[in-house]
């Protein structure tokens, strides 16, 4: 998130008190001028529609008195940005630039199917052909997104991974997309993953169904 403020405040600012001083006419019929234009980059069509629309009532102001937080509040509650830049374009106009969240996981709460976003916010609508994986059972994001940084730091790829299933011990089972079970210990590591990988791309190991490594400094094979 940024708000940017062009260095052009200035210049009009002491333009208004230069046109004030010189004619006190001029003073109380000067006017700022209001906000004309709002550029949105990143969103679809559709999209930057709908936040222009939550945005409109910004074109009464100017960006002298413009209220930041109402902007931020606004685009903090819209679940598919994940990051945003505000740029104060004086006199009169704005630029938001927009990333769009990343596509995690899909999950379901309360009956219904929703994707979760590198924003950590759940998403409604819900694109069902993406390739990523379905968490089952309850899970705190922070528990989720420290996986997923386990499983990218490692030579595991996340884009092979079908489920993840999720324990209220804090532990995760992952079923890749041949099928294979791998039962992480609570503390997975980097380390724990690697070693996963070896198996996997081991011939030796072709038909293992199954790679137990919940018990400390012990592997389980099931074939």
């Known amino acids: 998130m940024l708000l940017r403020i062009n260095k052009k405040i200035f210049f009009y600012f002491f333009l208004f008190i230069f046109l004030g001083t010189l004619n006190n006419k001029n003073f109380y019929n000067f006017e700022l001028p209001k906000i004309n234009k709002i550029d949105v980059i990143g969103l679809d069509k559709k999209q930057k529609k709908e936040l222009?629309?939550?945005?409109?009532?910004?074109?009464?102001?100017?960006?002298?008195?413009?209220?930041?937080?109402?902007?931020?509040?606004?685009?903090?509650?819209?679940?598919?940005?994940?990051?945003?830049?505000?740029?104060?374009?004086?006199?009169?106009?704005?630029?938001?630039?927009?990333?769009?969240?990343?596509?995690?996981?899909?999950?379901?709460?309360?009956?219904?199917?929703?994707?979760?976003?590198?924003?950590?916010?759940?998403?409604?609508?819900?694109?069902?052909?993406?390739?990523?994986?379905?968490?089952?059972?309850?899970?705190?994001?922070?528990?989720?997104?420290?996986?997923?940084?386990?499983?990218?730091?490692?030579?595991?790829?996340y884009s092979n991974i079908r489920n993840l299933y999720s324990f209220k011990s804090g532990r995760w089972d992952i079923e890749t997309l041949s099928g294979i079970l791998i039962k992480l210990p609570i503390n997975e590591t980097k380390k724990n993953l690697d070693f996963c990988f070896e198996i996997l791309n081991d011939d030796r190991f072709k038909d293992v169904k199954m790679i137990d490594l919940r018990q400390n400094q012990k592997l389980i094979i099931n074939e």
């Open 52 to 157: 222009l629309e939550k945005l409109n009532f910004v074109k009464l102001n100017n960006l002298f008195f413009l209220d930041d937080e109402q902007i931020i509040k606004i685009l903090d509650s819209i679940n598919l940005i994940d990051e945003y830049f505000v740029f104060k374009k004086y006199p009169s106009s704005l630029k938001i630039e927009t990333i769009k969240v990343q596509s995690l996981a899909y999950t379901k709460k309360k009956g219904n199917i929703f994707i979760l976003g590198s924003n950590g916010k759940l998403l409604k609508n819900v694109n069902k052909n993406l390739n990523i994986p379905f968490i089952f059972g309850d899970f705190e994001n922070e528990n989720f997104f420290k996986l997923k940084k386990t499983i990218q730091e490692s030579k595991l790829n």
